[in-house]
């Protein structure tokens, strides 16, 4: 596995799925059930999304923002301030987020 | 570290403050944030508000019975934002401590003593914890846990949706955590005014007030000022012995019932928040007049008041921007300074306002 990523690791866990770079509600019919949720800063259009994403990255924030508050009540791993996952992760892509180190890895 | 002899409750809330808002990224906060809209009429404000302060002292309502109408978090919060309103304003320090003492009175009236303000990771509210024990609780379970998590996820949402990100607490508060026995505590989520057809008329949302009980074993659940930051320590989905959910204060009897009250908050949010993104920005700035003033409907209603935010309030942010709001503040550019700018600029005691060096 190869280190892709640093941020704040904001929920604690480890999780392993599919890469789905999202922006707004145009993104909610073709995310699926256990897939990764990159994004800049998660908003509440994508409230359905963030309920079924196996992990949250964002590019901004801090431990009280809003995918991080909301990734701790949940129960799935959130890292935050990674300042380039949009760009750097793409759709498709296996990667493996630990939520209390802050590490995204990429898988395979 | 003692505290100095000097230390007051003034002192422990701007701890509080400093702990959690003094390192907030506001660009999070979306689609903005109260320094931009709050400067834009914040003596009009004030003199809105301080209508409340002089009913209360007027008509001598005891603070006790005003508690219910302005719970914990709206109390701090609310508390947090005057004092940078009233540096705003240039209000004298007389009124300024006249102001936060209401709210400090309010906020006394109704919480355990010992953390008032979140400061050491408690919001509690006198509650009845033995009479709400013997209510009747659902097994706790991993599925249950997750399940409540989505519900709690989707009533977040939508409370930023309809209130802003910044006046949600209107929405949602956690109350805990309170001790029950054998490393067991119960946590209390209030989840309120889900459905405000006054302020958004179109909303369908299928509860207007969610109240969900988690008992956690082997969990460590703490806030900070803001009752909605919430922080575990341990395994709060495995940890989760019994659980709770009230809708409009009726047991919902199952997780399927939880499911489809989460499917129609998690909508209404969604299509809440579309709605509030695509307002032009003089509309925003108005919106966000008129729920600032909607929160303290019930403490309105209490006092004899109208809620409603008056014609000179609403006028004064007119033809103004959102960037205009966010000039009045001098914050410097290192951080050591940056943080002591703000302590003096939130001090109602300090005769230091915000274009000061």
């Not at chain 1, 949250?56 to 924030?61: E, K, Y």
């Not at chain 2, 054998?182 to 008329?201: A, D, Q, T």
């Not at chain 2, 659940?221 to 012995?241: M, Q, R, V, W």
């Not at chain 2, 499911?259 to 966000?288: C, F, H, Y």
């Amino acid at each position: 596995m190869k280190k892709i990523l640093k941020g704040l690791g904001t929920s604690p866990g480890q999780a392993k799925g599919k890469v789905r770079v999202v922006s707004g509600p145009k993104d909610e019919n073709r995310f699926l059930d256990g897939e990764i949720l990159v994004t800049r800063i998660t908003d509440p259009t994508m409230v359905l999304m963030m309920n079924r994403a196996a992990a949250i990255v964002c590019d901004i924030g801090g431990m009280t923002s809003h995918p991080s508050i909301l990734s701790r009540e949940m129960g799935i791993p959130c890292v935050v301030a990674t300042k380039t996952a949009t760009n750097k992760l793409k759709d498709g892509q296996e990667v493996l987020v630990d939520g209390k180190t802050g590490d995204v890895f990429l898988v395979g | 570290m003692a505290k100095p002899a000097t230390y007051s409750w003034l002192d422990e809330f701007l701890d509080a403050a400093e702990n959690a808002l003094g390192a907030m990224d506001l660009a999070t906060l979306q689609p903005t944030s109260w320094r931009h809209t709050q400067p834009l009429n914040a003596a009009e404000w004030l003199e809105w508000f301080d209508r409340i302060v002089q009913a209360q002292k007027d008509k001598a309502i005891p603070f006790e019975k005003l508690a219910a109408t302005l719970p914990p978090d709206l109390c701090r919060e609310h508390l947090f934002f005057t004092l940078e309103d009233l540096k705003v304003a240039r209000w004298p320090k007389e009124k300024r401590l006249e102001v936060a003492g209401f709210f400090h009175e309010l906020l006394k009236a109704q919480m355990e003593p010992g953390d008032l303000f979140g400061l050491h990771g408690t919001t509690k509210p006198k509650l009845d914890v033995k009479t709400i024990m013997r209510k009747k609780f659902h097994t706790g379970t991993p599925e249950a846990a997750r399940s409540l998590g989505k519900l709690f996820n989707a009533a977040y949402n939508l409370g930023a949706a309809l209130y802003l990100d910044y006046y949600m607490g209107n929405a949602i508060e956690n109350y805990g955590p309170y001790p029950l026995g054998g490393n067991r505590i119960l946590v209390i989520k209030e989840m309120r005014h889900l459905k405000p057809l006054e302020l958004w008329p179109k909303r369908t949302t299928s509860a207007d007030h969610l109240r969900m009980y988690s008992v956690y074993e082997n969990v460590r659940f703490a806030t900070d000022l803001i009752a909605c930051h919430s922080f575990y320590e341990g395994d709060p989905i495995n940890g989760l012995k019994a659980w709770r959910l009230e809708a409009d204060g009726k047991a919902v009897a199952d997780l399927a019932g939880v499911s489809r009250i989460m499917q129609s908050v998690a909508e209404n949010g969604r299509d809440q928040w579309i709605e509030v993104t695509q307002m032009p920005e003089a509309e925003l700035i108005r919106k966000a007049n008129v729920i600032r003033c909607f929160i303290f409907k019930p403490l309105c209603d209490a006092l004899g008041l109208d809620w409603k935010p008056s014609r000179k309030l609403l006028k004064a942010a007119e033809g103004k921007t959102l960037a205009d709001g966010w000039k009045t503040w001098k914050q410097p550019k290192s951080e050591k300074a940056r943080k002591a700018y703000w302590r003096k600029v939130w001090d109602p005691r300090i005769d230091f306002y915000p274009d000061d060096k």
